[in-house]
C-alpha cells in the first residue's frame, strides 16, 4: 500500500515531466532543436501563477494566466531569437536557447528575488480510496495537465493547423512545396509548446515552492522524457514523464530523495540501450 | 487556353541544361515528354513549375506570364507536379495527406480555430469530402486511414495524383508516373488521367514507359541534350531516324 501510495504521488510528479517533454518534443519535432529555455518558460508560468493565485484565490484562473503569459514568452522567443537563426546549425540553436533561458531566469531573479516563494494553499483533507490517501488539490492539478495534454493532442490531431504541424514535421520540403505557410504552423507552435510548459510551471509551483532556478532543475528530467519517449512523439513524452516520475518516486525509499534523479536516468539509459529510438515512434519522418 | 514555356534555358555553373527549349500545348492536351536519363526533363519540369527559375525565357499559362511567381502559387494558379521520386508525408495518413494538400483554411491559425470555430469546421467537413472524393476515385479506399509511408509504391504514385488533384488543377505535370508501378497498376494509372483528361484537365507527361506513354498521349516531345530533338504525333516521332539514334541507341 506504502508503494501504491508513492505511485500515486508518483503521477502527478510525472504529469509535470510530461508537460515539460512534450514541449520539448514538439519543438524538436518541428523546429529540429532542443530548446533549452523550455523549463526557464515553466518558470515563467509559475510566477504568473503565483502572482494572479492571491488575488483571485483560484487555482483555475492562475492557471489560464500562466498558460497566457508562457504561451507568449515561447512566441516572443520564437520571433525575437529562433526565427532569425532558422537554418542554423542544431548546436547554434541550442546555445541560443541556453541564452535565452538566462535572460529568462535572470529578469525573474531580478523581479522576484531568490527567497523561494510559495502558493500558500488552503490545507485539505485529502480523500480516502481503500487505503490510498489522494489529495483533492492533486486532483485539480491532474486535472489542469489532463486538460492541457488532451488540447494539444486535439490541436494536433483534429485541427488543420494541428495537421500542417505534422507534415512540416514529417517533411518540410513536401509541406513547402504544398503552399503551408510554415510562418503561422511555427508560431501557432510556440504557442502550444509555450501554453504546456506553463501549465506545467503551475503544477510545480504549486507542488514545490517557486524560485528562478526551478524550471532550469526540471530541464534534464524533462529531456530524459523526451528522448525516453521517442524524440518527437507527443504521445511517447506523455508515456515516459510518468513512467519516470513514478519511478521516481517510488525509488526514493531505496536511494533517498538525493538519487531518485539518477536513478530515472539509469532506467533511460537501460531502455534506450534496448531502444534506440525511444518507446514510441515520431511525428518527424526518419531521416 | 494554352500553356506554352518560351526558349526557356538553364545553366549550372555554365552548363547548360536546357537550351532554349520551347513547347506549347492546350490545356486540355495530353502530351508525352520522352528523352534519355540527362536530357533535362525533370530539370525543365522544376523550371515549368517554379521550383527552379530558369536562366531566360518564360512560362506562359492561359494567357498569363508565370516568371516569379512561385512553386505554391504556380499550383494555386492551377498548374502542379507530381515528383519522380514520390513524396509524402509519410506519418500523416492517405486522407490526412490529402488534405493538407490543399491550404489556405481558415483553421490554419490558432486565433481562426478559437474565434471561428464554426467556419473551421465547415470548411474542414468540405476538404474532407473533397479528400473522400478523389481517394474513392483513385481507389484508395482501402487505405484511406493508413499512415502513406506504408503504402507500396504504385499506391504512391497514385496519392501524388491525387495530391495534384487537391488544388483542382487545370495541367498537371507527371514525372514518370509508371516508374516501379505493376502492370496492373499502371492500367488503373492510365484510365485515371484518361477520365482526368475528359473532364479538361491537361496532362504533361515524362515517361520511359514508350509502350504505355504513346497509348496514352496524342502528342509526343522528345528531348536531348537539354534540348528539343522532334515533337508530333507519338507513332512518327518514334520512327524518326534522329529520335531513334538518340533515345533508343538506333536499334528499337
Redesign the interface.
Known amino acids: 500500500m506504502y508503494f501504491a501510495q508513492l505511485a500515486v504521488n508518483g503521477l502527478v510528479q510525472g504529469l509535470v515531466i510530461s508537460l515539460a517533454a512534450m514541449s520539448i518534443t514538439l519543438v524538436f519535432g518541428i523546429v529540429r532543436f532542443p530548446n533549452a529555455a523550455t523549463g526557464d518558460v515553466m518558470t515563467v508560468g509559475a510566477f504568473s501563477g503565483l502572482i494572479v493565485y492571491p488575488l483571485t484565490g483560484s487555482l483555475l484562473l492562475s492557471g489560464v494566466f500562466a498558460v497566457a503569459v508562457a504561451a507568449a514568452v515561447a512566441l516572443a522567443s520564437h520571433l525575437l531569437v529562433f526565427r532569425r537563426l532558422a537554418g542554423r546549425s542544431v548546436v547554434a540553436l541550442l546555445v541560443a536557447s541556453i541564452g535565452v533561458g538566462f535572460v529568462l531566469r535572470s529578469i525573474m531573479g531580478l523581479a522576484f528575488g531568490h527567497q523561494p516563494m510559495v502558493f500558500s494553499m488552503p490545507l485539505s483533507r485529502p480523500y480516502r480510496l481503500g487505503g490510498l490517501a489522494i489529495n483533492p488539490l492533486d486532483l485539480q492539478l491532474a486535472l489542469l495537465a489532463l486538460v492541457m495534454l488532451v488540447l494539444a493532442f486535439a490541436i494536433l490531431h483534429l485541427t488543420p493547423i494541428g495537421r500542417q504541424m505534422r507534415a512540416v514535421a514529417d517533411n518540410p520540403a513536401l509541406a513547402r512545396v504544398s503552399g503551408i505557410r510554415s510562418g503561422r504552423v511555427m508560431a501557432a507552435l510556440w504557442v502550444l509548446a509555450g501554453a504546456i510548459v506553463g501549465a506545467g510551471g503551475v503544477m510545480l509551483g504549486v507542488k514545490t515552492v517557486v524560485g528562478p532556478e526551478m524550471g532550469w532543475d526540471m530541464l534534464m528530467p524533462a529531456f530524459a522524457a523526451a528522448i525516453f519517449g521517442g524524440i518527437g512523439s507527443p504521445a511517447g513524452a506523455l508515456l515516459a514523464g510518468f513512467i519516470l516520475g513514478v519511478a521516481q518516486e517510488m525509488s526514493t525509499p531505496f536511494v533517498g530523495f538525493t538519487y531518485k534523479i539518477a536513478l530515472s536516468f539509469a532506467i533511460m539509459l537501460i531502455v534506450l540501450l534496448k531502444r534506440p529510438s525511444g518507446l514510441l515512434g515520431r511525428i518527424e519522418g526518419v531521416r | 487556353m494554352t500553356f506554352e514555356a518560351v526558349d526557356i534555358c538553364k545553366a549550372f555553373d555554365g552548363f547548360e541544361v536546357l537550351r532554349n527549349v520551347s513547347m506549347s500545348m492546350p490545356l486540355d492536351g495530353l502530351i508525352g515528354l520522352i528523352g534519355p536519363n540527362g536530357a533535362g526533363k525533370s530539370t525543365l519540369f522544376s523550371v515549368i513549375s517554379g ?1 527552379m527559375p530558369p536562366s531566360s525565357g518564360h512560362v506562359t499559362f492561359d494567357g498569363v506570364s508565370m516568371n516569379g511567381m512561385s ?2 502559387t504556380r ?2 494558379a492551377g498548374m502542379v507536379r507530381t515528383f519522380q521520386v514520390p ?6 495518413s492517405v486522407r ?1 495527406n490529402l ?3 490543399a ?8 486565433t481562426g ?1 478559437f474565434l471561428r470555430p464554426g467556419l ?1 469546421r465547415r ?2 467537413d468540405g ?1 474532407r469530402k473533397r479528400a473522400d472524393a478523389v481517394i474513392s476515385f483513385l481507389r484508395l479506399d482501402r487505405v484511406a486511414d493508413s499512415s502513406a ?1 506504408l503504402l507500396s509504391g504504385g499506391q504512391k504514385k497514385l496519392l501524388e495524383l491525387g ?1 495534384a488533384l487537391m ?1 483542382e488543377p487545370k495541367l498537371i505535370l507527371l514525372d514518370e508516373p509508371f516508374a516501379g508501378v505493376n502492370p496492373v497498376l499502371i492500367g488503373e494509372i492510365m484510365e485515371r488521367i484518361r477520365e482526368l483528361n475528359g473532364r479538361g484537365i491537361g496532362f504533361l507527361i515524362i515517361e520511359h514507359d514508350l509502350d504505355a506513354l504513346t497509348r496514352l498521349v496524342s502528342r509526343l516531345y522528345v528531348m536531348d541534350q537539354g534540348a528539343i530533338l522532334a515533337e508530333g504525333e507519338p507513332v512518327a516521332v518514334l520512327a524518326d531516324k534522329a529520335v531513334r539514334d538518340a533515345y533508343l541507341g538506333g536499334e528499337a
Do not use: D, W, Y
Open positions: 521550383f512553386a505554391s499550383a494555386r513524396k509524402e508525408f509519410s506519418h500523416l490526412e488534405m493538407a494538400a491550404p489556405g483554411q481558415a483553421g490554419e491559425n490558432l480555430l473551421v470548411q474542414e476538404l509511408g495530391r488544388v
